[in-house]
Nanobody, 123 residues
Framework: QVILTESGGGSAQAGDSLRLACVAS????????MGWFRQAPEKEREFVAS????????WIADSVKGRFTIDRDNSKNTVYLQMNSLKPEAAAVYYCASGAGGIPIDSGRYYYWGQGTQVTVSS
């Protein structure tokens, strides 16, 4: 029973920055790696970034490397996605997920999901 709540989405122009936050209601035996996925209209959900329980290991999708970063604050049960130099193709609903094992880049490895937060990017 872990509830994930995303925030920080909104409208931005190309080149701007946004920071998304995901707060977990509690830690559990299935709380481990946390990650972010996104789904644009008429496209499948895709991996964006993830971070291990300790925060020492991070995985970033090639499409956003150098522009997006992920961090977590375990004292607040929160993971952040810092999105810099936004491009129009970044427009999507962003979903937070938790509980992944192994290499956390596959959606099937996650047990809990948030409701999503909308990000719009204007060119």
């Amino acid at each position: 029973q872990v509830i994930l709540t995303e925030s920080g989405g909104g409208s931005a122009q190309a080149g701007d920055s946004l920071r998304l936050a995901c707060v977990a209601s509690a830690r559990s035996d299935r709380s481990g790696a946390m990650g972010w996925f996104r789904q644009a209209p008429e496209k499948e959900r895709e991996f964006v970034a993830s971070i291990s329980t300790s925060g020492f290991n991070k995985w970033i999708a090639d499409s956003v490397k150098g522009r997006f970063t992920i961090d977590r604050d375990n004292s607040k049960n929160t993971v952040y996605l810092q999105m810099n130099s936004l491009k129009p193709e970044a427009a999507a609903v962003y979903y937070c997920a938790s509980g992944a094992g192994g290499i956390p880049i596959d959606s099937g490895r996650y047990y809990y999901w948030g409701q999503g937060t909308q990000v719009t990017v204007s060119s």
